[in-house]
């Protein structure tokens, strides 16, 4: 068994689900700033160009979603983490605000839509994502949840421990 909790969702052993985050997190950010854009030019291209951010927002992060609960419900000890588990519901949330977000632009129209309900439920979003970022942080730099066991590893293979049981890891 590894020290540290390993991610399944993976190329080799490179986990697909911080591979696929910066999508969902440059669309769901990039939208806020074109509401702010339409509110300030009145052009409606910047309306259009934040209901299409949110559309494609939820796609890729419904895309992340899949190997970020894959590694969740395949490995015990993530799922014993309370940040991992803040992540979870956190980003859930976010989807479903990005949802609803995309539903009253479809249903108003881009431009009416927009001001106020939808520049507001935009910059919750992207609240809740820098809420998520740092539990995904936690997870990774506090937690190492998918990080190689041992300076010089090159897979995901248990390492034998050193020094009389103790492995050379630096403390957090």
Known sequence: ????????????????????????IACLVGAPIAD?????????????????????????ALVAAAAGLTDFFSEPRIRRLDDA???????????????????????????????????????IVVGILLFTGWKGWEMVYRHHVAVLDAPGQTSSEPVTPQHGGESRRRAA
């Open 1 to 24: 068994m590894t020290i540290n909790p390993k991610t399944t969702a993976a190329i080799g052993d490179h986990p697909l689900h911080p591979m696929l985050i910066p999508f969902p």
């Open 85 to 123: 588990w803040s992540h979870m519901v956190g980003n859930l949330a976010a989807v479903v605000l990005a949802l609803v977000n995309f539903y009253l632009r479809y249903a108003q129209g881009t431009e009416a839509a927009v001001t106020p309900w939808g520049v507001v439920l935009s910059l």
């Open 36 to 60: 702010l854009a339409f509110i300030g030019t009145g052009d409606n291209f910047w309306a259009r160009a934040a209901m299409w951010l949110i559309g494609a927002g939820i796609v890729m």
